[in-house]
């Protein structure tokens, strides 16, 4: 059984279908990037996933639990699967500590020195423990970014979802984060991650996904899917001949 | 015909003003704890619940304070309710107050950022705990100039009670100049005292909003 399995998803806004149809199944350790044009659906896809978008047709399930849009077994699927934004969305009024204990507290219900132990250790991890006591505006866009990927792993999620997450930044911030992402990968965390990305794609991945009008256009393995592009969509997103 | 000086007047005033103070505290407190269930209401999951907050607020919104306390005096005596004036004029101002700072709270509300939202529910917070530790905490600095600011109006509404014969400050003051025949000084006291009691909310209204603004944005 697949970690993630995505089967015949469809999503609607209105009468616009920006999902038609999407299979994927992810197995535990996978790094997946997800490719494609604006517009592509690939978002969607991942929003999907962790239930902010609701599905019109189709069935996804978490390591064997079905996703049901209700409170309850929304907050369990969320508590198996993180979520970091392009914009980072820390909240502000929290520093950096603040940021990573908050939903241990509330959601897991942990005591707050416990709590406080972990976001030391994950703050510590993305390199930020010396920042533990800053506003999330007096980070940089970079540090931001890495005390949002310690809050989602505060949670223990077996899987992250990244959207974008390091477009938002200016170029000489990307490394750190990519740095960061790279580790998780490193350490056998299953991502799926929508990104512009491409060296770090194939240097990264195991399989690289192209999204093109709301369908899977293209799946494999990154050597094949850079070297060798089927479809004149992927080779004209590549940019090839 | 016994002579009233200045100070009989402004004593008097000044005893009745007690009552323009307590009934604003009353309705802003009350309208306060309304506001906020209404709050939730307009902003809930659940359509239904939104579309009762909507139309309560344009109800009490669209309609004069006065004539709210006019219904609830004169109209739940039709039933044979006897409603005494301070409890009409409470009620009254409670809901009419309700409905404005539920508004002006929702307004702080939706001006926080969607990825606020986002960002808790995806680490698996409720609704209710996304409020209480995420949204809540943002709204509220912004909300504090704008409330403290529509305090002014409650407490001039509470002038409109008088016509339901609750005595506070106005009715004080058209009592007191039946007596007297001063009606210059005794409004021009009645108004002085309304001033101070709005002047300093208003002007901290403002300052607020400033402070605010100036202070590090988030914190
Ligand atoms: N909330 C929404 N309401 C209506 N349409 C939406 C909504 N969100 C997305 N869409 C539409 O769905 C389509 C896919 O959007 P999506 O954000 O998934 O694309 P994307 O592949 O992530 O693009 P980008 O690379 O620009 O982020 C677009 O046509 C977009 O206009
Ligand atoms: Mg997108």
Not at chain 1, 191 to 199: A, D, N, P, S
Not at chain 2, 197 to 215: D, T
Request: net charge positive.
């Amino acid at each position: 059984m697949s970690l993630i399995e995505i089967t015949e998803i469809r999503k609607s806004y209105g009468t616009n279908e920006v999902l038609k149809g999407i299979n994927l199944d992810v197995e535990p350790g996978e790094v997946i990037a997800i490719i494609g044009k604006s517009g592509s659906g690939k978002s969607t896809l991942l929003r999907c996933i962790n239930g902010l978008e609701t599905i019109t047709q189709g069935s996804i399930s978490v390591a064997g639990a079905q996703l049901i849009d209700d409170e309850l077994h929304l907050k369990a699927l969320r508590l198996k699967v993180g979520m970091i934004f392009q914009q980072f969305n820390l909240f502000p009024h929290l520093t950096a500590g603040g940021n990573v204990m908050l939903s241990q507290t509330v959601v897991k219900k942990t005591a707050k020195a416990e709590a406080e132990a972990v976001a030391r250790k994950m703050l510590d991890r993305v390199g930020l423990g010396h920042k533990f006591d800053a506003y999330p505006d007096e980070l940089s866009g970079g540090q931001q970014q890495r005390v949002a990927i310690a809050r989602a792993l505060a949670m223990q999620p077996i899987a992250l979802l990244c959207d974008e997450i390091t477009s938002a930044l200016d170029p000489e911030l990307v490394a750190e984060v990519l740095a960061v992402v790279r580790e998780l990968a490193a350490e056998g965390m299953t991502l799926l991650m929508v990104t512009h990305e491409m060296r770090f794609a194939r240097d990264v991945c195991s399989r690289v996904v192209f999204m093109h009008q709301g369908r899977v256009h293209e799946i494999g393995p990154p050597e094949e899917v850079f070297a060798n592009p089927k479809t004149p969509e992927l080779q004209q997103f590549l940019g090839v001949h | 015909m016994i002579e009233f000086s200045t100070w009989d007047i402004l004593r008097n005033l000044l005893l009745a003003t007690r009552w323009t103070i307590l009934l604003s505290l009353v309705s802003f407190v009350g309208g306060g704890a309304v506001g906020l269930l209404l709050l939730f209401l307009r902003i809930s999951k659940r359509k239904a619940a939104r579309a009762f907050a909507k139309y309560y607020i344009e109800l009490f919104q669209g309609t004069p304070l006065l004539m709210q306390l006019f219904l609830a005096f004169f109209g739940l005596g039709l039933f044979g309710v006897d409603v005494p004036a301070w409890l009409a004029a409470g009620m009254a101002l409670v809901l009419w107050t309700a409905s404005f700072l539920a508004e002006i709270w929702r307004g702080c509300v939706e001006s926080i950022a969607r990825g606020q939202w986002e960002a808790s529910a995806s680490l698996g917070m409720g609704r209710l705990q996304q409020m209480r530790y995420v949204i809540l905490p943002q709204a509220l600095k912004i909300a504090v100039p704008p409330t403290v600011g529509f305090s002014v109006q409650v407490v001039k509404g509470t002038a409109l009670t008088s016509i339901i014969g609750f005595v506070e400050l106005s009715k004080a003051g058209t009592v007191v100049t039946n007596a007297t025949f001063q009606p210059f000084t005794v409004y021009g006291l009645v108004a002085l005292i309304y001033f101070a009691l709005c002047w300093p909310l208003s002007k901290s209204s403002q300052i607020l909003e400033r402070k605010l603004n100036v202070a590090h944005r988030n914190h």
